[in-house]
């Protein structure tokens, strides 16, 4: 079981910003902006590249959460950001999207 999965199960705590029937978004314990918040679908798929046609309706909706939680966070200007796989950055393999925003983001990020 990943971290995400037990932060989904209540199983440790996390700073949970918003849930609905399939995501959950909470923040991250090492922001990198003022805003940085983690939205995750509640069903387990590994990473972006593992998903398949099955998973089209959940992958719309983490973005639709994360419209609501940038709404919530009253960000106008921000970024969404995807790492697939350990070469890019995911550390939690479990989906997850990085919502950032609350200051200018510069590019490239990295």
């Known amino acids: ?42 069903k387990a798929i590994p990473k972006l590249s593992d998903s398949d046609d ?3 309706e959940t992958l719309g909706k983490l973005l639709r959460s994360v419209a609501r939680v940038a709404l919530a966070a009253g ?13 890019a950055g995911q550390s939690v393999f479990h989906l997850h999207l990085h919502l950032m925003g609350g200051r200018t983001l510069t590019w490239p990020p990295g």
């Open 1 to 42: 079981m990943t971290l995400f999965e037990k932060i989904i199960a209540r199983q440790i705590p996390a700073d949970i910003v918003y849930e609905d029937a399939d995501t959950i978004a909470f923040r991250d314990i090492s922001p990198r902006a003022p805003v940085h918040v983690l939205v995750c679908p509640k």
């Open 54 to 56: 099955g998973d089209t």
């Open 75 to 87: 960000l106008t200007d921000y970024r969404v950001i995807i790492n697939n796989g350990a070469g």
